[in-house]
């Protein structure tokens, strides 16, 4: 009898042992491919959390919405079948958190520079902390540059805009900053633009250079302008419970770890889009155009009225505010 007691005690320190060796896993899912920055941000994050842990915990990254697209990807965080995604700010509006649409105002950002006077500062930190709210953990921001526009035919004066379908990503402000234009926004998951474009279900979209390079939308787009518009960047989240269940010092090493990677991403942010931009122009598909400083103009004072629109959204303080550090 007490040899089946010892066994049994070493069964269970055994297993006990096994348990302990199982690693963490982070499922972390997002829609673009290993080529983008974030694609790329996400495989340094990996490497960095499975070095600073010693391997307690294993990243395994599911990019080119191989695992979730756009709107499932929330309610996947939420229920916790992944643990991190890094969805563009301009997708939170179906948790709720409409304040970070305030970062898809048209022309606000004066370059990069602004753009990160704003999510280092103040402004960028309280809006993630609006998604506590929600059992959101925001860890990081990643950077991916500002927006080109396309179509079949070329876009230079707002009036060029008339009646095309756009597709949009989701923010209400892009809704309404391609409504000014006299277009037809619509929402649509970003795996599904590239055959929508092709054939014919929307009729133009935005994205940056990156992004149009990695899924090929130059290749069934006759046209795209570099109008720096509106700037895309992405919240790095995490589920609460779930980050703040995690033994301390894996916390603590996990953090040090998205400190790192968010270097790393934002680092080649600019020069991954001007890479691909180079290789959109050297592909021959489609035809670049660029901003006359009138035609510029034309297109800030069409949209100019966005901004006290987009006040009855994201609220008058978080525009002002906004205002203030992005110039
Ligand atoms: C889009 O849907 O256009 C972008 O948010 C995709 C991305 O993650 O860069």
Not at 278 to 285: D, F, H, N, P, R
Request: proline share 5%.
């Amino acid at each position: 009898q007490r040899r089946t007691a010892l066994s049994a005690m070493g069964l269970a320190l055994a297993s006990h042992h096994a348990f302990a060796q199982q690693p963490i896993v982070i499922k972390f899912s997002h829609v673009v491919t290993d080529d983008t920055p974030k694609g790329k941000g996400a495989l340094k994050f990996k490497e960095l959390a499975e070095k600073y842990t010693g391997g307690r915990v294993k990243v395994e990254v599911y990019p080119n919405s191989t695992l979730y697209k756009d709107k499932e990807e929330l309610d996947a965080l939420n229920s916790g079948s992944v643990q991190m995604l890094a969805p563009s700010t301009a997708k939170f509006r179906p948790i709720g958190v409409p304040e970070f649409e305030a970062m898809d105002l048209p022309f606000i950002f004066n370059g990069e520079e602004g753009y990160y006077k704003t999510v280092d500062g103040p402004i960028g930190g309280g809006l993630l902390k609006r998604l506590e709210a929600k059992g959101i953990t925001g860890l990081a921001y990643w950077d991916n540059g500002f927006h080109m526009v396309s179509a079949n035919r070329p876009l230079l004066l707002p009036a060029d805009f008339q009646g095309l379908k756009i597709r949009i990503s989701g923010s209400k402000i892009a809704d309404l900053y391609f409504r000014k234009m006299g277009a037809l926004p619509q929402i649509m998951a970003f795996s599904e633009v590239y055959h929508a474009l092709q054939t014919g279900v929307v009729d133009g979209c935005e994205n940056t250079p990156s992004n149009y390079w990695t899924q090929k939308f130059h290749e069934v787009q006759k046209h795209i302008t570099v109008s720096n518009h509106a700037h895309l960047q992405y919240a790095v989240v995490t589920n609460s419970k779930f980050w703040n269940g995690l033994p301390g010092d894996v916390r603590g090493q996990l953090t040090k770890a998205m400190a790192e990677a968010t270097r790393y991403t934002n680092s080649i942010a600019k020069q991954e889009n001007v890479d691909a931009l180079e290789k959109i122009k050297a592909s021959g598909k489609t035809t670049l155009h660029y901003l006359t400083p009138q035609q510029r103009n034309a297109w800030v004072v069409a949209l100019k009225p966005v901004y006290h629109e987009a006040e009855a959204r994201v609220g008058k303080q978080v525009v002002d505010d906004l205002l203030k550090s992005a110039g």
